[in-house]
C-alpha cells in the first residue's frame, strides 16, 4: 500500500494505527534516507503500543527497549553498527524472535541477519515539497503480514 503525507503529524499519524495492530513477534524494517523520518514513525508506532516514553534516535546505544502496554517494542538503529562482531555481540535474534514487536532502522547494516518475513515500511521524501513523504508499507517473505496489512489498509482507508 502506499500513502502521502504532508506532515510529520501525519507520519506519526500512521505509525499510530499501525502499532495498534502491532503483535508479539512482529518485525518491522524502516527504511529511508537520513531525515527520511524514520524514527518520526517509530515514534508514532510506539505510541499506538501505549508507550508514553520519548523514543529519539540513540545516539550510541544501538537497541532501546520501551514497555507498552502489552508487550515491549524495541527500536534497533544500526546506523553506527560496523563489521561482524559488533552484530553478533547485539544478539538479534532474541529481539526478532522474542515476545515483542521489533523496528529496525538502517536494516542494510544488518543485512542476512533479518528474519525471512519482516514488514517493510519505505519513506520518501518528496523533492517539491519539504514536509511530504511517500510511505510505502508492504511485507517480505511468505505471507505472514497480510492480514495485518489488509487490516491497516481498512482501518485507514487507504
Ligand atoms: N511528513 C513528514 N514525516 C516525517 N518527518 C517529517 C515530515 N515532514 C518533515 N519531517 C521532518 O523530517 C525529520 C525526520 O527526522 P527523523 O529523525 O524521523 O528521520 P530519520 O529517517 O529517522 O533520520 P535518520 O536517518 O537520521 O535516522 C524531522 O525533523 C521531521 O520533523
Ligand atoms: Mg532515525
Known amino acids: 500500500m ?7 503529524a501525519e507520519t506519526q499519524q500512521l505509525g499510530r494505527t499501525l502499532g495498534q495492530l502491532l ?9 529511508g534516507e537520513l531525515g527520511a523520518g524514520k524514527t518520526t514513525f517509530v515514534q508514532g508506532i510506539a505510541a499506538g503500543m501505549g508507550i508514553e516514553a520519548q523514543v529519539t534516535s540513540p545516539t550510541f546505544t544501538i537497541i532501546h527497549e520501551y514497555q507498552g502496554d502489552e ?16 552484530i553478533d555481540e547485539l544478539g538479534l535474534e532474541d529481539y526478532f524472535y522474542g515476545d515483542g514487536v ?14 525471512p518475513d519482516y514488514l517493510y515500511v519505505k ?8 514536509d511530504h513523504r511517500r510511505i510505502r ?9 497480510a492480514g495485518l496489512i489488509e487490516e491497516l489498509r481498512q482501518v485507514c482507508r487507504c
Open 2 to 8: 502506499e500513502i502521502l503525507v504532508k506532515s510529520s
Open 23 to 31: 503483535q508479539p513477534g512482529d518485525v518491522l524494517v524502516v527504511s
Open 71 to 86: 508487550y515491549p517494542l524495541y527500536h534497533i538503529d544500526a546506523y553506527r553498527l560496523e563489521g561482524a562482531a559488533e
Open 102 to 115: 521489533t523496528a529496525v532502522e538502517w536494516a542494510e547494516k544488518i543485512e542476512g541477519q533479518l528474519p
Open 123 to 130: 519513506l520518501e521524501k518528496m523533492p517539491a515539497h519539504p
Open 137 to 145: 508499507i508492504g511485507e517480505e517473505g511468505s505471507g505472514t503480514y
